[in-house]
């Protein structure tokens, strides 16, 4: 059975940094696609940052320039590392992995990020 398991989050100052982790188990599957999206309290789940295995990089317009994706396809995880971080970015935190192929999508159970003084 394929899991995504988040890791990282927590409570930063505003400009504060902090680095999610998504680790991939239970399957071989080279996934095509691997992201973040976020969910704020009575907000959509809005896309953060995705990654293709051939490193194509798509980001929200919202965090553009202050966070950044990354993967290890051997390790089979996928990383953000969200810097200068805003209330605004308050949210919980969901990995999402894609295989085209079979058209499956996977997601994470969520980490918590809160931004606050």
């Known amino acids: 059975q394929v899991q995504l398991v988040e890791s990282g989050g927590g409570l930063v100052q505003p400009e504060g940094s902090l680095r999610l982790s998504c680790a991939a188990s239970?399957?071989?599957?080279?996934?095509?696609?691997m992201g973040w999206y976020r969910q704020a309290p009575g907000n959509q789940r809005e896309l953060v940052a995705t990654i293709t295995s051939g490193g194509s990089i798509n980001y929200a317009d919202s965090v553009k320039g202050r966070f950044t994706i990354s993967r290890d396809n051997a390790k089979n995880t996928v990383y953000l590392q969200m810097n200068s971080l805003k209330p605004e970015d308050t949210a919980v935190y969901y990995c999402n992995a894609y295989v085209v192929i079979t058209r499956r999508r996977y997601w994470g159970q969520g980490t918590q990020v809160t931004v606050s003084s």
């Open positions: 239970g399957t071989s599957v080279r996934f095509n696609t």
